[in-house]
């Protein structure tokens, strides 16, 4: 699961990363309003936490910017504006859930697995499959004609977003935020490396389905 954190405080959005990163989430932080809005609006988060008083663009703007845009990712509020009024205002813009720091650590962990468990947020099956290929996406395992291949988290994620876009063309850009967010350690030449992975791994030819390289642009999983 793929987590947004906008947070001014910077001690603070540190120690936010690195727990959330112990319970395996994937971790993306914004540091002001105004890049926390731009990465929030590519919509490809399950769950955003979210300061009120940030510089540039407040909390509550960017919440009302992102639902009047159809962006419908879970937010919790992580702020220190704590009275009645506050708690309404930030709920009626749109917010999940609100809570006031300081905080448990516990709480916090518990209020993102509640928001990121509602039906609308869950995913319709653990298992995908496109012709006689299927993914088992919580054992990141894969399995044609009976033979089962196991995949790394990063490979099983690639190859889960491409079935679930099958017979979309992706861009190579679309990949790289979707599975690597915004590390700006990683770069385009990641995603042909993965496919490349897939590719060597995945007895793609008894499958029925094979990744189309679409040149200049990307990579499409269609049924042959």
């Known amino acids: 699961m793929r987590i947004l954190l906008v947070e001014d405080e910077l ?10 990163k112990k319970q395996g989430y994937i971790v993306d932080v914004a540091y002001d309003g105004a890049d926390g809005q731009d990465m929030a609006e590519t919509g490809i988060y399950d769950v955003i936490i979210l ?7 407040e909390g509550v703007e960017i919440l009302k910017y992102l639902r009047a845009n159809k962006i419908v990712t879970p937010v919790i509020f992580l702020t220190a504006k704590d009275t009645v009024s506050n708690r309404v205002e930030g709920l009626d813009a749109g917010a999940d859930d609100y809570l006031v720091k300081p905080f448990a650590k516990e709480e916090l962990l518990a209020r993102v ?3 990121s468990r509602r039906p609308e947020n869950l995913q319709e099956s653990d298992v995908l499959s496109i012709a006689s290929l299927c993914l088992d996406t919580r054992s990141c395992e894969v ?4 033979e089962k291949v196991k995949l790394t988290v990063t490979e099983a994620q690639l190859l889960g977003l491409l079935m679930r876009n099958r017979g979309q063309v992706l861009t190579k850009e679309q990949i790289l935020d979707r599975i690597w967010g915004f590390d700006k350690d990683v770069e385009i030449k ?14 793609f030819e008894r499958s029925g389905a094979v990744i189309s390289t679409v040149r200049g642009i990307g990579y499409c999983l269609k049924e042959i």
Not at 11 to 20: G, K, M, N, T, Y
Not at 51 to 57: A, E, K, Q, V, W
Not at 143 to 146: D, F, K
């Open 190 to 203: 990641n995603v042909e490396l993965y496919i490349f992975y897939l590719r060597k791994k995945i007895p």
């Open 11 to 20: 001690r603070l959005a540190e120690a936010l990363e690195q727990i959330l």
């Open 113 to 115: 697995r509640a928001v």
């Open 143 to 146: 399995s044609v004609g009976g």
């Open 51 to 57: 300061d009120r008083t940030l510089p540039n663009i």
